[in-house]
């Protein structure tokens, strides 16, 4: 069950007036993350206690954790799918939120199985808007960030996208148009196939004939091995920011291979329900990451997972803060 932001310790709220510090407003959280998310909760079924959903169920206006558990049942994305398809077919009633649905967003899939419809309302939508302009994601083509990152070449510190799938997408990319860029930079003009009209008149402040830098782009591009072509096109870069966990795990070694063996942060881990938590040790190897989970982004809770019990057997859900170490949850 995803929350916003404003549910609890929102950007612009007195908690963050309060706690200027990032990483003591994640201490803070982290250590009182059971009370987190009972407020998480509670706002929750406060807002959407009139829903068709939550109705159902009979809660009668309680927002208690116990009364929460002994009603409303587990499901997976199948038992919703209907709802979710009234609402993509125009149905306008507080069906799952009381708030309207502003869009829906395409699960990746990465985590197995078909693409997932969600459902998103627009306070959620600005939140992931607001971070998404944190970590400045990269898109499928970033012709206009990658001409600047090549003429700011030797000030460019990191490299990363959201996922390590989209950065091997940059990286193919700049393979296929190093070319063009090249001829951008020789001339000092801008594609024209951008058309946009905001980014070409930002782009008249960053253009500038440099046939120097031309020459070291085309022939740099131009050879048959990429290996370390990271380093060698932005040599002062001390990382590879990107999500290499999970199904990403397979980019790692082709990620080593592009970037000559630099460190990969994985900085967060999310999905297209909600975000969950960050990685509080990002420089660690790939295969040490581990994530803080961050108690006011959603409500959090835990299946036991034995691999020899019973199949027939339904565990009770945990609580975040009633996780237990070396213990398996799903």
């Not at 091997?168 to 024209?192: C, K, M, Y």
């Not at 006011?296 to 339904?314: D, K, V």
């Amino acid at each position: 069950m995803a929350a916003n932001w404003s549910l609890s310790y929102p950007v612009d709220s007195p908690a963050c007036e309060k706690h200027p510090n990032p990483l003591q407003l994640i201490e803070e959280m982290t250590r009182n993350a059971d009370s987190v998310q009972q407020d998480v909760l509670t706002r929750i079924l406060t807002r959407n206690a009139q829903t068709e959903y939550l109705k159902g169920f009979n809660l009668d206006g309680t927002t208690d954790r116990e009364t929460f558990k002994s009603k409303i049942p587990i499901v997976t994305y199948d038992d919703l799918q209907p709802l979710i398809r009234r609402i993509a077919d125009g149905d306008r009633s507080p069906i799952l939120t009381a708030q309207p649905i502003s869009e829906f967003i395409n699960s990746s899939g990465t985590s197995g199985g078909e693409p997932k419809l969600i459902p998103c309302i627009k306070e959620e939508s600005d939140s992931r808007l607001l971070l998404w302009s944190f970590l400045t994601p990269l898109i499928n083509l970033m012709y206009t960030q990658i001409l600047c990152g090549l003429y700011e070449r030797e000030h460019v510190l990191q490299v990363g996208a959201t996922f390590a799938s989209s950065l091997i997408r940059v990286i193919r990319f700049l393979q296929l148009e190093w070319h063009l860029l090249a001829h951008d930079i020789r001339t000092g003009s801008f594609n024209p196939k951008v058309t946009d009209v905001s980014i070409r008149e930002r782009m008249t402040q960053v253009m500038r004939p440099n046939p120097e830098l031309a020459d070291f782009i085309a022939r740099e591009c131009a050879k048959d091995s990429w290996e370390g072509i990271i380093i060698k096109i932005w040599p002062n870069t001390k990382f590879i920011k990107t999500v290499v966990t999970g199904s990403m795990a397979q980019y790692i070694p082709t990620l080593d291979y592009y970037s000559g063996g630099l460190p990969l942060a994985s900085l967060m881990y999310a999905s297209s329900e909600c975000y969950f938590g960050i990685n509080l040790n990002p420089m660690c190897k790939p295969s040490e990451v581990s994530y803080t989970i961050m108690p006011n982004m959603a409500y959090f809770e835990f299946l036991p997972h034995e691999p020899n019990s019973p199949e027939l057997t339904q565990p009770e859900p945990v609580d975040l803060a009633n996780v237990e170490i070396d213990k398996n949850t799903k």
